[in-house]
């Protein structure tokens, strides 16, 4: 399989091809011969040209150029970009440069809506591409640094925070990534700042300074192609001038145009330090009356805070326009603490990127369902199951002491005092505080260290489900490591709360106050309140009651009655709150939950199954970089 990625520039364009498991970088696919083509379309003859040939053998009807950058605002360049795009997939094809099954990734500024990338998808299906796939190219940026050997960056920076800054000819785009994924910031930028700006500038400029400036003003007004061509050459002598001044810092550039259109006039251009001041430093309408270089500032204000949380420690520029030197200085301006990394071939990064990403977003697909349809609830149930008798002891030590000390004993003493009249209301009133506390925080807290170490012990068997699935489809382990307890919480979403569904609720309420009644009126025909002297002479009175009436009778009889004071201040509590009652609620419940019926069990191992399954997908999903 072969991964396109179609990169249409305001200025120029690239087209890069990635095939799955070569392990050879993306490589650039030549347009009209060329590998960087210019965004450039017209017809001669009738005929659909593009780049180069739209201008230089002759003059195209109708040719326009920066025709991306009024995309959201004026639907009269649809046709231009549609035709251009078939202009690209035509040459490609006719120079046996493609595949049958060639899956095409082309990118739109990150600042774009939905609505927008929807529209910009259906122009490239009517141009002839089959099944495009759209992603913001602030994400290709990142993705080409991420993977191009050529880029050579600090992989442990670039995974703890970086912010990829794409300046194109239409617009600035930045992608914000924290720990090698995308973050609530994510991507975002201007849709309207670009190189592109100070082309029409430098030539809005020279033309003023002619002398033939109403005679040219006029041709640019009547003939769409005559400006086109003129904003393409001060595209060129731009670039040219940022070129050699990388190298010599007093550079100046100049060239004599031609325009033959209704007469002959003559338009100088030319770019020397001066200039350059003039057209980044004066206020622009298009701008709102900024000027380039104040606007390339407040995007960069902007975007430092939006990111000053955990400031970037990596600013990747990219595009074209990033050879600017005032752009780069601004930049370091704006995040000094930064490292400041410029791509080699910034012409090329988004291309290459977009390939990278069809691979990526494909490979992850696939991933994420071998991962669903792999790791299933029975496996997951297998080791649930095996380990389930190691977190029950826990558990059920815990909840034994919680409901005594903070519902059995309270209600006991309430019971003692006089503020319940009967051991029925005492009943009563022990169920409705057990149940408030099985669903407070307190049980939730009382439960966690049980659960968590019971996780932890989980961990290593769920990891070795997942290992080989990474292994098969070249997913890092480590973008899967299942850290599923950090911080005192844990990552799935299984707790006490998944643990006591009515069922259990309901178990734990029956059995405790059974017991605590039992121990109280009977306990194998010693009562806690026939104890100490007072307490014998009941015993003897209600041994003669059990005789003549039978003990179910009694027991219902004593739930109704009211004690008497001296009775219920017998030394009881003491024994109601011993370990050896508390031993026996723990066997009682035990024996319950692990009743013929197995309810509890497979409420155990459901709800931790459904739970673990949903954070795996959710880790699955972010296993790269989510950005769209």
């Known amino acids: 399989m072969r991964y396109i990625g179609f990169d249409i520039g305001d200025g120029e364009s690239a087209v890069a091809s990635f095939e799955q498991g070569s392990g050879i970088e993306p490589i650039i696919l030549p347009v009209t011969g060329c590998g960087s083509v210019l965004s450039a379309v017209g017809r001669i003859g009738g005929e659909v040209v593009i780049g180069d040939r739209a201008y ?191 190298k010599d810092g007093t550079c100046s550039i100049k060239k004599q145009l031609r325009i033959c259109y209704d007469g002959i006039q003559r338009l100088a251009l030319h770019m020397d330090g001066d200039v350059e001041q003039t057209i980044t430093n004066r206020p622009l309408a298009v701008l709102g009356g900024r000027s380039f270089a104040q606007a390339i500032r407040e995007a960069l204000g902007n975007a430092a805070k939006l990111t000053a949380e955990k400031p970037p420690r990596l600013l990747l520029l990219t595009g074209g326009a990033s050879r600017m030197p005032f752009f780069r200085e601004s930049c370091k301006n704006a995040f000094p603490d930064a490292v400041v990394v410029c791509c080699p071939e910034p012409e090329f990064s988004i291309a290459k990127g977009l390939a990278y990403a069809g691979w ?122 299942l850290d599923l307890v950090a911080n005192g919480g844990s990552r799935v979403d299984f707790s006490a709360k998944e643990m006591l569904n009515f069922s259990f609720v309901g178990t734990m309420l029956g059995l405790i106050v059974s017991v605590v009644v039992g121990l109280l009126c009977g306990g194998g025909g010693l009562a806690l309140i026939a104890t100490g002297p007072l307490g014998f002479i009941a015993g003897v009175a209600i041994g003669a009651i059990v005789s003549l009436f039978g003990w179910n009778k009694l027991s219902d009889q004593l739930m109704k009655t009211k004690l008497p004071m001296m009775v219920r201040r017998m030394n009881s509590e003491k024994r109601l709150g011993s370990e050896a009652t508390r031993q026996k609620l723990r066997e009682a419940i035990n024996k319950e939950l692990y009743g013929d019926s197995g309810a509890f069990v497979g409420q155990i191992t459901k709800g931790f199954s459904v739970s673990f399954r949903k954070h795996l997908q959710s880790i699955a999903q972010a296993a790269e970089i989510p950005i769209e």
């Open 56 to 246: 230089t053998d002759e003059l195209a009807d109708g040719l326009s150029v920066r025709f991306k950058s009024r995309f959201t605002y004026d639907q009269s360049v649809n046709e231009d970009i549609m035709a251009f795009a078939a202009g690209v997939m035509k040459d490609l094809q006719q120079s046996g440069q493609l595949l049958g099954d060639d899956q095409f990734v082309i990118g739109c500024p990150a600042g774009w809506s939905q609505a927008t990338r929807q529209r910009y998808l259906e122009l490239m299906r009517r141009a002839g591409i089959s099944k495009p796939q759209i992603i913001s190219e602030s994400r290709a940026a990142f993705l080409y640094a991420k993977y191009a050997k050529t880029v050579a960056l600090d992989v442990d920076i670039l995974n703890e925070s970086a912010l990829v800054v794409d300046i194109g000819s239409s617009t600035l785009d930045f992608a914000y990534i924290v720990d090698g994924r995308e973050t609530g910031v994510g991507t975002f930028g201007e849709i309207a700042l670009g190189g592109g700006i100070l082309d029409a500038e430098l030539l809005r400029f020279c033309v003023e300074q002619s002398r033939d400036k109403k005679a040219i003003e006029q041709v640019f007004a009547e003939s769409k192609s005559w400006y086109s061509y003129c904003e393409l050459e001060a595209r060129r002598m731009k670039e040219a001038y940022y070129t050699r001044l990388s």
């Open 360 to 481: 990526i977003d494909e490979n992850l697909r696939a991933f994420r369902e071998a991962i669903s349809k792999e790791i299933t609830e029975e496996r997951i149930n297998v080791v649930v199951r095996q380990t389930l008798p190691e977190l029950m002891p826990g558990v059920l030590d815990a909840l034994v002491d919680l409901l005594m000390d903070e519902a059995v004993l309270p209600i006991f003493r309430d019971w003692q005092r006089g503020d319940l009249e009967t051991l029925n209301d005492m009943n009563g009133a022990m169920e409705k505080r057990m149940a408030e506390v099985l669903h407070s925080r307190m049980t939730e807290d009382a439960l966690a260290p049980s659960i968590h170490r019971w996780v932890r012990r989980l961990t290593p068997t769920l990891q070795e489900m997942v290992d080989p699935i990474c292994d098969r489809y070249e997913v890092p382990r480590k973008e899967m490591a």
